[in-house]
Each structure stands twice: as structure tokens, then as C-alpha cells.
């Protein structure tokens, strides 16, 4: 692959996206025509779904593990699975995903254990696996963080002549984030292959987008920068899909970065400890449930033939094992590492003086001060 110098070629120029999002399934299950971006074959649509069906089973379950104690907190995407599911299954094998704290069911999907995914929801460390083996950052929860990192990580690997893309998840609230700006203008400036994916839930906590941004769409914003946005209806998980799949394949060309807006939703509160209905009208929120991801998806392949009650019984069954392995595992019958809980309930007994390991290789003296204020404070000094 051609290296790159510290300011490549700009790519050719872009053009604005559609105000009407990229759609490939209408919300009633039938097939929408678009020649630019075909509609998945039926394997694929049927991975999608079960995926999806997965990956919700497992933000129910990661819920009820938050409200029952045994989580510190949880940010659901109840309703977003189109968003993450269909753009995971986008990247290659060696491609890199850089998710936010919302994003547990994408980890799930990239074949990350579901109790290592919650790692950082239970408090335990910032990260609960090994990000090299997965091609997964650690989840960011300072909003956009994320974005500037897989423009370094593509660009070093473009430097080395990998053929390497990245896929930045991140919600509307980040793109009002500085460290967005600074994330699209290195890498148009510098043509990496990354693809920022924002699933635009319409809510940044209680904050709507319309007092976020005035632009016609959040993928606008792409022009701006140079760089080639779309607008996807981002409950179409075919879509999305097609739409992902394009933009990395073109990135990986060398026709730089892109901006993908995902129109979504947020059916649950922001976390578990989130009152939406301060904000928001439940009338929101019933309109977008007819807009369900998993149901839409559902609705076509059995209109085509290719879904039937055996084989959705089926990959509910996969479902519900995979949550009920999550919830023993969390619960105390069996701990994290499948051995005996010898601590505290939901998993192996943890140390306070875990706290300060791994975060410098030499302690400074600062932090230093810091562990044994605790340990002294803990043993009653």
C-alpha cells in the first residue's frame, strides 16, 4: 500500500449528502430500491438478525444486572443495534473498532466475552480485554476521545503500509465536542481510512440535537471537513450495513475518511440512574418503537421465505443462554473466570489496591502518597 506523507493527496471532492436518509428496508419490512447501495444477500440479513437478537437479549440482561446492584452503571442502546451490529459486521477481521460506553453490544458482536464487555460498567478496571487480540480500543467515556485515536492508529498504520481501517462509533452529543473537530480535520488532512460512524440517538442526555447543531443533517458537517458524508436511516441494520461496508471500502482505496449519521433512537434512559421523562414525551418514544430495527428486519426475511418461528426459536434459545451465562457469572453462582466466588458477590474478590496497578509502570511519588493514604485509611491508621 502507498505510504503517506504528512499531508497526502485530498481525496476527490466530496458532495453533499441527502437531507432523506439511505434506505434499504422501510420500517413495514419491505425492500427499498437504491442502485447505489444493493441490499444484503439473505446470509447476510439473517446474521444481521441474529446478531441483533442477541445483542438486545444481552442489553435486557446487562440492564436487570444494573438495577438489581451488580453493575455500577449501564448505558443501554436498546433500540441502536441496527447502528452497532451493522457496522461491526462491516469491518474486515483486521480492521479496528473504536467504541463509546454506549456500545457494549458492539463489542458483544465483535466476539469480545460478555462479561469481560461489562468490565468497566462494574467498576473493576477501565478495560476487561485484551484490545490487540479483538482489534477493539478500550471504550471511551469522555465523549470523542475515541476519534482522534483511530486517526493515529490508521495513520501509523498507513506510515507502515498496512491496509488497515478503522470504525469510530460515536453518539450526536460528541460531534459538539472539540476533540470531534480535531478528529475529522487530521484525518481528512492526512486521508486515513477511518469511517465515524454517529448514531445519532436524538438526545445527549437531556440535550435534543436541534440546540446541538443547525446544519441540515449531522453528516453535513462532513463537507467542511472535506471529507464524504452520508445520511442512513440508522434502524435499517441492511443499510447501515451496505452503507458502512461502501465507505471503509473506499477509505481503504485511498479515498479518505468519511462520516456516516445514523438516524436513530434511544428507547431507555441514558443510564439506569437517567429519568427521560424530565426531557422527553412518551409519544417520542412510541413512535420510534414502530421503527424497530429487529422487527423491520424480521418482517422482510419472513415475507422472503427465509425466516420461519423454528429458526427464530432457534437464535432466541442462543439468546437466552448467552444472558443466562451472564447472569450466573455476575450473580455469585459462578464467578467472572468460571471458578467459585471467594469474594463478594458477582465475582472474585477485588482489592482497593487494585486501583493503582497498570496505571504507571513507576509509580510517581504523588500517586504513591495516594495508594498508601488508602491502605492506611482502610486498615483504620
Not at 469491518?91 to 463509546?100: K, N, R, V
Not at 469522555?142 to 478503522?166: C, F, Q, W
Not at 451472564?326 to 489496591?353: I, Q, Y
Request: a negative charge; aromatic letters at 6%; proline letters at 7%.
Amino acid at each position: 500500500m502507498k505510504r503517506i506523507d504528512d499531508r497526502a493527496e485530498p481525496a476527490p471532492a466530496p458532495t453533499l449528502p441527502s437531507t432523506e436518509p439511505i434506505r434499504l428496508v422501510d420500517r413495514k419490512g419491505h425492500r427499498v430500491v437504491d442502485s447505489a447501495y444493493p441490499t444484503p444477500d439473505h446470509g447476510t440479513l439473517l446474521t444481521l438478525l441474529r446478531s441483533m437478537v442477541i445483542g438486545r437479549r444481552f442489553d435486557r440482561q446487562a440492564g436487570a444486572l444494573a438495577r438489581q446492584g451488580r453493575l455500577a452503571v449501564y448505558p443501554s442502546s436498546y433500540g441502536q443495534e441496527a447502528c452497532q451490529i451493522g457496522g461491526v459486521l462491516a469491518l474486515a477481521e483486521h480492521d479496528w473498532l473504536f467504541p463509546t460506553y454506549r456500545d457494549c453490544v458492539a463489542l458483544v458482536t465483535r466476539g469480545i466475552d460478555p462479561v469481560d464487555t461489562l468490565t468497566l460498567m462494574r467498576g473493576d478496571w477501565h478495560n476487561g480485554y485484551d484490545p490487540g487480540r479483538y482489534r477493539c480500543a478500550p471504550q471511551c467515556t469522555p465523549l470523542a476521545t475515541n476519534a482522534s485515536h483511530a486517526v493515529g492508529l490508521t495513520y501509523a498504520a498507513r506510515r507502515k503500509g498496512e491496509d488497515v481501517a478503522a470504525l469510530v462509533l460515536m453518539g450526536d452529543g460528541a460531534t459538539s465536542e472539540g476533540d470531534a473537530h480535531e478528529a475529522y480535520n487530521f484525518a481528512a488532512v492526512w486521508n486515513t481510512p477511518v469511517v465515524f460512524l454517529i448514531q445519532n440517538n436524538h438526545w445527549a442526555i437531556s440535550v435534543p440535537v436541534r440546540k446541538q447543531s443547525a446544519a441540515p443533517t449531522l453528516a453535513h458537517k462532513a463537507i467542511g471537513y472535506g471529507m464524504r458524508g452520508y445520511h442512513v436511516d440508522g434502524n435499517d441494520a441492511a443499510a447501515v450495513y451496505s452503507v458502512v461496508s461502501h465507505a471503509l471500502g473506499e477509505a481503504r482505496a485511498g479515498g479518505g475518511p468519511a462520516i456516516i449519521e445514523a438516524q436513530t433512537y434511544r428507547l431507555d434512559p441514558h443510564t439506569n440512574s437517567d429519568a427521560p421523562q424530565r426531557y422527553r414525551d412518551e409519544s417520542e418514544v412510541e413512535y420510534w418503537k414502530e421503527r424497530d430495527p429487529v422487527a423491520r428486519l424480521e418482517a422482510l426475511l419472513r415475507a422472503e421465505g427465509r425466516l420461519d418461528d423454528a429458526e427464530l426459536d432457534r437464535v432466541a434459545a442462543e439468546a437466552e443462554r448467552l444472558a443466562t451465562d451472564l447472569r450466573e457469572r455476575l450473580s455469585g453462582e459462578r464467578s467472572p473466570r468460571g471458578t467459585r466466588d471467594a469474594g463478594r458477590r458477582g465475582g472474585p474478590a477485588l482489592s482497593p489496591d487494585d486501583l493503582f496497578t497498570h496505571v504507571y509502570a513507576a509509580a510517581p511519588p504523588m500517586l504513591a502518597q495516594q495508594r498508601q493514604a488508602l491502605l492506611d485509611e482502610l486498615r483504620g491508621v
